[in-house]
């Protein structure tokens, strides 16, 4: 059984930093392309950064400079260190792994930014 399980999230002040943290079990996690996404109110999932098994990180232009994402394979968990914070990031953070066409989502994490 394949389990995502977020966690770290919470209320910060605009300016200040969260680290998410998603735990994968069940699947073989160093071969999985990891992402951070997020879904404001109203508005659509997107993404915000994915790191491959190889490759390149990618980042949404709106986090680039303020978020990184890393992973830690022996511990089967990626991170997303945001700093920064604006009130415009708050929104559910979900976390995906994919493998071909395998693709599985964490139940989610919410960050709130407000004064």
């Known amino acids: 059984q394949v389990q995502l399980v977020e966690s770290g999230g919470g209320l910060v002040q605009p300016g200040g930093s969260l680290r998410l943290s998603c735990a994968a079990s069940?699947?073989?996690?160093?071969?999985?392309?990891m992402g951070w996404y997020r879904q404001a109110p109203g508005n659509a999932r997107e993404l915000v950064a994915t790191?491959?098994?190889?490759?390149?990180?990618n980042y949404a232009d709106s986090v680039k400079g303020r978020f990184t994402i890393s992973r830690d394979n022996a511990k089967n968990t990626v991170y997303l260190q945001m700093n920064s914070l604006k009130p415009e990031d708050a929104a559910i953070y979900y976390c995906?792994?994919?493998?071909?066409?395998?693709?599985?989502w964490g139940q989610g994490t919410q960050v709130t930014v407000s004064p």
């Open positions: 995906k792994a994919q493998y071909g066409i395998f693709t599985h």
């Open positions: 790191i491959p098994s190889g490759g390149s990180i």
């Open positions: 069940g699947i073989i996690f160093r071969i999985y392309h």
